[in-house]
C-alpha cells in the first residue's frame, strides 16, 4: 500500500519538529502572505506547517495572495487568524484553540470552494506541474475541504476532537511513522493501517464518521482518487480490513453520532479477531484458565479416590468374636 502510505512517509520525514514553524528563510516570491497560505494548507492538510519556500510563478503569487486576503475566505477558511496562532510557539499541534478556530466558522459552499479551486489551479498551473510540495498542500486543501473539515469537526463522548483522540491511541500501536506531536488528519481519513490497532480504538463512532464522511466523497468524487496517489482498488483492499474488524456495516456510508459512545455498527464478521477486543481476550483467556484449573482439581480428585479406594480394598479388619461365635474376618 504505498500510495497510502504517501503522507506517512511525509511525516517520518518530519517527526524531529516538536513545535509547528514558519521557514525563516523567504526566496523572491514567496511573500507572507503566500507563506501563510501555504503553512495553513499544511496544517490543515497535513498537520505541520513546515513548508520548503522555493520560487514560485508571478501568477500563482498574486493568486495566493488573493486567497490570503479575500474576506470571503477567511469567512470560512481563517488564513488570517490559523496564520497568527500557528505562529505563537506556545500553542501545541493539538491545541483546541486551532481546532476551534477552524469549526467556529461557518462552511464554504461547495460552489465557492470549486470556483476558488478552479481559479487557483488556472493561475498555478506551471507550479503545480513541477510538483511544488507548498502549492501541492493547498491544491489538497481546497479539493478535499469538505471532508478535511468535516473529520476535524467531529467532538467525542467527552467534548474532544475525535480525530487527535484517535490520532493519539493510533500512535500507541500502529508503530513508527505516527507521531503524537505531529496529527495527520488526510492520513487519518484515508484509512490508515489498522493491521495492528485494538478493535477498541478503531470501530468507534468517531472513526466511523470521519472514513464515511471522506469515503462518501470519493465515491461522488472518483477523480480525485489520483490526488492523493491511490486509486479505487487500493482503498477496497484497505475497506476489506476495516469490515473485518469492525463488521459489515461500519463502512456503510452512514455518519453516526459521534458523541454516542457505542457503536452504530454490526458485530464485526466471522473473519475479525476476537483476540482485538481487550474484554473478549479476558474473558477467553480466563475462561480457559477456570478449564484448565477444573480439569486439574477433577485429575487429582480421582487419583486420590482411586487411592482411597484401593487401600481399602486391600486392609482387613478383624473383628474380636463374642462369646459363643467364632472368628470371623470382614473387609
Known amino acids: 500500500m504505498k500510495n497510502l502510505t504517501l503522507i506517512l512517509v511525509i511525516i517520518l520525514n518530519i517527526t524531529l519538529f516538536s513545535t509547528l514553524v514558519f521557514s ?18 499544511g496544517f490543515i492538510v497535513k498537520g505541520y506547517t513546515v513548508v520548503s519556500p522555493v520560487n514560485i510563478t508571478p501568477t500563482c503569487q498574486s493568486r495566493l495572495e488573493q486567497i490570503y486576503n479575500s474576506s ?13 496562532l500557528l505562529s505563537q510557539s506556545s500553542t501545541p499541534s493539538d491545541s483546541m484553540l486551532l481546532y476551534d478556530a477552524i469549526c467556529s466558522l461557518q462552511r464554504c459552499t461547495d460552489t465557492f470552494i470549486s470556483s476558488t479551486l478552479s481559479s ?10 513541477t510538483n511544488n510540495p507548498a502549492i501541492y498542500g493547498v491544491e489538497l486543501l481546497f479539493t478535499f475541504y469538505s471532508p478535511l473539515i468535516s473529520s476535524y469537526c467531529f467532538k467525542n463522548s467527552t467534548g474532544g476532537s475525535c480525530i487527535l ?24 481519513t484515508v484509512l490508515p493501517d489498522i493491521t495492528n490497532v485494538p478493535y477498541l480504538i478503531v470501530c468507534t463512532n468517531c472513526v466511523k464518521a470521519m472514513a464515511n464522511t471522506f469515503l462518501n466523497y470519493l465515491s ?8 492523493i496517489g491511490t486509486n479505487q482498488g487500493d482503498i477496497n483492499n ?10 459489515s456495516s461500519f463502512l ?28 473478549y481476550k479476558g474473558l477467553i483467556i480466563g475462561g480457559i484458565a477456570l478449564v484448565l484449573v477444573l480439569i486439574v ?25 463374642t462369646p459363643g461365635t467364632s472368628t470371623e474376618t470382614r473387609e
Do not use: M
Open 120 to 129: 487557483f489551479k488556472l493561475d498555478c498551473t506551471s507550479d503545480l506541474a
Open 72 to 84: 470571503d475566505i477567511n469567512a470560512c477558511i481563517p488564513f488570517i487568524s490559523l496564520s497568527s
Open 24 to 41: 525563516q528563510v523567504e526566496p523572491r516570491n514567496f511573500t507572507t502572505a503566500v507563506n501563510n497560505v501555504t503553512s495553513v494548507a
Open 220 to 227: 461522488s468524487n472518483p477523480g480525485d482518487y489520483a490526488i
Open 252 to 279: 456503510d456510508g452512514e455518519i453516526p453520532d459521534t458523541t454516542n459512545p457505542i457503536l452504530s455498527t454490526s458485530k464485526p464478521s466471522s473473519s475479525s479477531n476476537v483476540f482485538d477486543n481487550p474484554l
Open 238 to 247: 484497505r475497506k476489506t480490513q476495516y469490515t473485518a474488524k469492525c463488521g
Open 165 to 188: 483522540k484517535y490520532r493519539e491511541d493510533y500512535a500507541l500501536y500502529a508503530g513508527a511513522g505516527v507521531s503524537f506531536a505531529i496529527p495527520n488528519p488526510l492520513n487519518f
Open 297 to 321: 482439581l477433577f485429575t487429582i480428585g480421582c487419583c486420590i479416590y482411586k487411592k482411597v479406594k484401593k487401600a481399602n480394598k486391600s486392609s482387613k479388619i478383624d473383628y474380636i468374636p
